[in-house]
């Protein structure tokens, strides 16, 4: 089937300035993308007439978790069980593709198989959502994050709990044969309270590179959970391919990272901390002082790590652990205005990690308006480029296409 989008300004995810054109879409495929005034030929084609909005590329969330659903305790995503879990993933896709979010690169997920089979059904045109690249559970140590239990109870979150390297190369393997594209290990520690806090490398070197062999035999790419600047230093050393949070790197970790630029990517996902203090919705901000103290601090080396990566050319991706409580699925669009907001990032520079970036890291053709591309676009009512908090307004997302078909479309519509 082909369509003409028309009478719309085009944002091409580049950074090159927008222009006035039309697209041509063939099958799933972009064919042509024609600045004004020329005209695509529409015999047999469908013809969307766009009315002066934006068409720009579908978005990438860098560090999905479907499998989370919006819960208080990580405890409560062991207890949920598997098949009312995998309805709440099956929704969850829905509710991102629903927000403009046309691909995702999973950071997690809570269930073995959840991503896996979400992943499956997506890409057979069994269920909406987007292009997902499945992860493993979080592979992590006995104490470190993922780790609930307790000596008196067992007790399971998002973790998968791996000591030494022929433990971590089973675990690995496990995954690789359910069907996982990316594994991910914690490396750092997290948050002020558990026994492995942010500022902690838990797992070993020895631990961290057979993750990262053993993965890569298998075609499989890693993600680390890395706050301390020597979790990113050992991440790097190992071999892993994309690097989360980071905000504790120094000027050494920031320089490993920017000799690795052209090989890794990164992502802050600074929501959960930026929420937390500034935007917590109804429950309020944490009433215990030392919590918002740590909050204030990692939120602040949060800003001083990544206007860095943008200054260095790092490539960094939005999004990041949407599906806790202040973080509901379907908001990751608000992103953009974060790397705005907090880490100096142009609107255009902005919007370039949560497209062409984000298309990078999902090893496919999508996050660019160019002929050849997969043919995953959205149309915005306005200019994100004016005011990039519009994209987080579901009412403004016109248009969304996926893999060359309408997902939604709000526009007046009509067959040539
Ligand atoms: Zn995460």
Not at 81 to 90: F, N, R, S, V
Not at 277 to 305: F, K, M, N, T, Y
Not at 348 to 377: H, N, W, Y
Not at 392 to 404: F, H, P, V
């Given at each position: 089937?082909?369509?003409?989008?028309?009478?719309?300004?085009?944002?091409?995810?580049?950074?090159?300035?927008?222009?006035?054109?039309?697209?041509?879409?063939?099958?799933?495929?972009?064919?042509?993308?024609?600045?004004?005034?020329?005209?695509?030929?529409?015999?047999?084609?469908?013809?969307?007439?766009?009315?002066?909005?934006?068409?720009?590329?579908?978005?990438?969330?860098?560090?999905?978790?479907?499998?989370?659903?919006?819960?208080?305790?990580?405890?409560?995503?062991?207890?949920?069980?598997?098949?009312?879990?995998?309805?709440?993933?099956?929704?969850?896709?829905?509710v991102l593709l629903d927000a403009g979010f046309t691909s995702a690169f999973s950071a997690a997920s809570a269930k073995l198989r959840l991503d896996v089979v979400i992943?499956?059904?997506?890409?057979?045109?069994?269920?909406?959502?987007?292009?997902?690249?499945?992860?493993?559970?979080?592979?992590?140590?006995?104490?470190?994050?993922?780790?609930?239990?307790?000596?008196?109870?067992?007790?399971?979150?998002?973790?998968?709990?791996?000591?030494?390297?022929?433990?971590?190369?089973?675990?690995?393997?496990?995954?690789?044969?359910?069907?996982?594209?990316?594994?991910?290990?914690?490396?750092?520690?997290?948050?002020?309270?558990?026994?492995?806090?942010?500022?902690?490398?838990?797992?070993?070197?020895?631990?961290?590179?057979?993750?990262?062999?053993?993965?890569?035999?298998?075609?499989?790419?890693?993600?680390?959970?890395?706050?301390?600047?020597?979790?990113?230093?050992?991440?790097?050393?190992?071999?892993?391919?994309?690097?989360?949070?980071?905000?504790?790197?120094?000027?050494?970790?920031?320089?490993?990272?920017?000799?690795?630029?052209?090989?890794?990517?990164?992502?802050?996902?600074?929501?959960?901390?930026?929420?937390?203090?500034?935007?917590?919705?109804?429950?309020?901000?944490?009433?215990?002082?030392?919590?918002?103290?740590?909050?204030?601090?990692?939120?602040?080396?949060?800003?001083?790590?990544?206007?860095?990566?943008?200054?260095?050319?790092?490539?960094?991706?939005?999004?990041?652990?949407?599906?806790?409580?202040?973080?509901?699925?379907?908001?990751?669009?608000?992103?953009?205005?974060?790397?705005?907001?907090?880490?100096?990032?142009?609107?255009?520079?902005?919007?370039?990690?949560?497209?062409?970036?984000?298309?990078?890291?999902?090893?496919?053709?999508?996050?660019?308006?160019?002929?050849?591309?997969?043919?995953?676009?959205?149309?915005?009512?306005?200019?994100?480029?004016?005011?990039?908090?519009?994209?987080?307004?579901?009412?403004?997302?016109?248009?969304?296409?996926?893999?060359?078909?309408?997902?939604?479309?709000?526009?007046?519509?009509?067959?040539?």
């Open positions: 089937m082909r369509m003409i989008i028309r009478d719309v300004r085009i944002w091409d995810g580049t950074g090159a300035e927008p222009f006035a054109g039309e697209v041509l879409v063939d099958g799933n495929r972009i064919v042509s993308v024609a600045p004004r005034p020329a005209r695509l030929p529409d015999a047999g084609a469908r013809v969307i007439e766009g009315g002066g909005a934006t068409l720009m590329p579908g978005l990438v969330e860098g560090h999905a978790h479907l499998t989370f659903c919006g819960m208080p305790r990580s405890t409560d995503l062991g207890e949920i069980p598997p098949e009312e879990h995998t309805l709440a993933t099956m929704h969850n896709a829905r992943r499956n059904e997506i890409e057979a045109g069994r269920i909406p959502g987007p292009r997902l690249r499945a992860a493993s559970p979080e592979i992590t140590v006995t104490g470190g994050l993922g780790d609930e239990n307790r000596l008196h109870a067992t007790r399971s979150s998002f973790g998968l709990i791996a000591d030494g390297p022929d433990e971590i190369a089973r675990t690995v393997r496990l995954c690789a044969r359910e069907g996982v594209d990316t594994i991910k290990i914690n490396v750092s520690g997290d948050g002020p309270i558990r026994a492995a806090k942010s500022d902690m490398t838990v797992m070993r070197e020895a631990e961290a590179r057979m993750a990262c062999e053993v993965a890569h035999d298998f075609g499989c790419r890693v993600a680390a959970h890395a706050r301390a600047s020597s979790s990113v230093l050992r991440s790097l050393a190992c071999g892993v391919d994309v690097v989360y949070h980071c905000e504790l790197a120094d000027a050494r970790a920031l320089d490993a990272l920017e000799a690795a630029r052209d090989h890794v990517f990164v992502g802050p996902a600074i929501a959960p901390i930026h929420n937390a203090l500034h935007d917590p919705g109804p429950q309020g901000v944490p009433e215990d002082p030392a919590r918002i103290a740590d909050l204030e601090r990692c939120l602040a080396s949060a800003q001083r790590a990544y206007g860095e990566m943008r200054r260095r050319g790092i490539r960094v991706v939005i999004g990041g652990d949407y599906g806790f409580v202040t973080t509901p699925q379907g908001t990751n669009a608000r992103d953009i205005a974060l790397f705005v907001k907090l880490f100096g990032y142009s609107p255009s520079e902005a919007l370039q990690c949560a497209t062409r970036i984000g298309g990078e890291l999902m090893e496919l053709d999508v996050g660019l308006v160019k002929p050849g591309f997969l043919a995953d676009l959205i149309i915005v009512d306005g200019d994100p480029l004016e005011d990039v908090r519009i994209l987080a307004d579901t009412s403004r997302l016109r248009l969304i296409m996926q893999d060359g078909r309408i997902h939604k479309d709000t526009l007046a519509a009509r067959q040539a």
